[in-house]
């Protein structure tokens, strides 16, 4: 059903109620967080949280991370907790990692997508924690962008994508980290990432003394997991330097109008391609990923091209969702 999707603003207290009454009646509300903005609902209401799957257009099927206010708010959610939870815990939250954990039988599956686990994490963002704090609920949250589409880092991305199916969207600004928390399941003898994000393997090994195991995503049977996942609208490639190069030589290319998201330096040749250069620092990069691929995507070009960054562990999370974005099985 179309509504009018309100935009409320971070620095007005009397949004932030109106954000918060929303929320405890059952409404969705896009909220900001340290990664990307999250499509939030209370998560003790399966009937709200029906209403992401509708308004995303994601499978049921597909389980939801809960956001908490903090660590004690673990055992309203989570049983049989490993007592890894606690050092990563002190280690990483609030922050962009989320544990995957037992469920309590009180959690609905709804939220878990029919599963016996719970995904959760304490976010960052000062304005959703003092939400979480005021609610004393936890919070389902998604990214806020339609199912398979690129992750929203900004309000006007999640009005782009998701107006008229949602109540409102809370702006806090742009996130700054740009790209999905780390992933780690709990339950099993091993640590395991099922998805890589901005905590890295090599940190998790570090604070726990211990081998986190870091499967390649796309062969992990993980509900949710999908090959093709954050894509912009546009035919979007993913080449290393010497493949550009030679791509944009190719007769057939030069009437196209193209984009190119370049990691190397690279100059203007041809009035044709437009070049965003992309910043060499992994964290940066991250930052500015989805914002670029957005702005791109808009910009009525042919193609997008994206030259591979480095292939080294600490970009393991970047490279992981610019494959994605540039799987050739469109959607
Ligand atoms: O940074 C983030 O994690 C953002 C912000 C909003 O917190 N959220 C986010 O949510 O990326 P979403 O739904 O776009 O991705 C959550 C991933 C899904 O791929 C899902 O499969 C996995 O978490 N997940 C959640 N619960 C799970 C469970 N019980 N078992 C396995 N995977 C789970
Ligand atoms: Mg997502």
Request: charged fraction near 20%; aromatic fraction near 4%.
């Given at each position: 059903m179309k509504q009018k999707t309100k935009f409320l603003r971070a620095d007005s207290p009397k949004d932030i109620s109106t954000a918060i009454g929303l929320l405890k009646a059952g409404e969705l509300v896009a909220i900001p967080t340290e990664t990307v903005y999250g499509l939030a609902a209370d998560a003790k209401n399966p009937a709200a949280v029906r209403k992401i799957f509708v308004a995303k257009g994601r499978p049921s099927s597909h389980p939801l991370i809960v956001h908490i206010a903090s660590f004690a708010k673990i055992h309203e959610w989570a049983q049989d907790i490993s007592p890894l939870a606690t050092i990563l815990a002190e280690h990483f939250w609030p922050g962009p990692l989320t544990l995957l954990l037992h469920k309590k039988p009180s959690v609905s599956v709804v939220v878990t997508g029919g599963l016996p686990t719970v995904a959760l994490r304490v976010p960052q963002h000062p304005l959703l924690l003092e939400i979480l704090q005021t609610l004393?609920?936890?919070?389902?949250?998604?990214?806020?962008?339609?199912?398979?589409?690129?992750?929203?880092?900004?309000?006007?991305?999640?009005?782009?994508?998701?107006?008229?199916?949602?109540?409102?969207?809370?702006?806090?600004?742009?996130?700054?980290?740009?790209?999905?928390?780390?992933?780690?399941?709990?339950?099993?003898?091993?640590?395991?990432?099922?998805?890589?994000?901005?905590?890295?393997?090599?940190?998790?090994?570090?604070?726990?003394?211990?081998?986190?195991?870091?499967?390649?995503?796309?062969?992990?049977?993980?509900?949710?997991?999908?090959?093709?996942?954050?894509?912009?609208?546009?035919?979007?490639?993913?080449?290393?330097?010497?493949?550009?190069?030679?791509?944009?030589?190719?007769?057939?290319?030069?009437?196209?109008?193209?984009?190119?998201?370049?990691?190397?330096?690279?100059?203007?040749?041809?009035?044709?391609?437009?070049?965003?250069?992309?910043?060499?620092?992994?964290?940066?990069?991250?930052?500015?990923?989805?914002?670029?691929?957005?702005?791109?995507?808009?910009?009525?070009?042919?193609?997008?091209?994206?030259?591979?960054?480095?292939?080294?562990p600490e970009w393991r999370d970047v490279l992981d969702r610019l494959t994605k974005a540039s799987a050739s099985d469109k959607i």
């Amino acid at each position: 059903m179309k509504q009018k999707t309100k935009f409320l603003r971070a620095d007005s207290p009397k949004d932030i109620s109106t954000a918060i009454g929303l929320l405890k009646a059952g409404e969705l509300v896009a909220i900001p967080t340290e990664t990307v903005y999250g499509l939030a609902a209370d998560a003790k209401n399966p009937a709200a949280v029906r209403k992401i799957f509708v308004a995303k257009g994601r499978p049921s099927s597909h389980p939801l991370i809960v956001h908490i206010a903090s660590f004690a708010k673990i055992h309203e959610w989570a049983q049989d907790i490993s007592p890894l939870a606690t050092i990563l815990a002190e280690h990483f939250w609030p922050g962009p990692l989320t544990l995957l954990l037992h469920k309590k039988p009180s959690v609905s599956v709804v939220v878990t997508g029919g599963l016996p686990t719970v995904a959760l994490r304490v976010p960052q963002h000062p304005l959703l924690l003092e939400i979480l704090q005021t609610l004393d609920t936890g919070l389902a949250a998604p990214s806020a962008n339609q199912h398979k589409r690129i992750s929203p880092t900004t309000a006007q991305h999640v009005i782009d994508g998701l107006a008229g199916g949602i109540a409102a969207v809370l702006d806090g600004g742009a996130c700054s980290f740009g790209l999905e928390s780390t992933i780690v399941d709990l339950t099993g003898s091993v640590p395991k990432i099922l998805r890589p994000g901005p905590i890295t393997q090599q940190m998790l090994e570090d604070a726990l003394g211990l081998l986190v195991l870091a499967p390649d995503t796309h062969t992990e049977q993980v509900a949710g997991n999908m090959l093709v996942h954050y894509q912009p609208h546009t035919q979007t490639m993913l080449m290393p330097l010497s493949g550009l190069q030679k791509y944009l030589l190719l007769p057939e290319n030069s009437t196209k109008i193209l984009a190119v998201m370049h990691y190397s330096s690279m100059h203007a040749t041809t009035d044709n391609v437009q070049f965003r250069a992309m910043p060499s620092k992994k964290a940066d990069y991250a930052e500015a990923m989805y914002r670029v691929l957005h702005e791109l995507d808009k910009a009525n070009v042919h193609q997008i091209l994206i030259e591979m960054p480095p292939n080294s562990p600490e970009w393991r999370d970047v490279l992981d969702r610019l494959t994605k974005a540039s799987a050739s099985d469109k959607i």
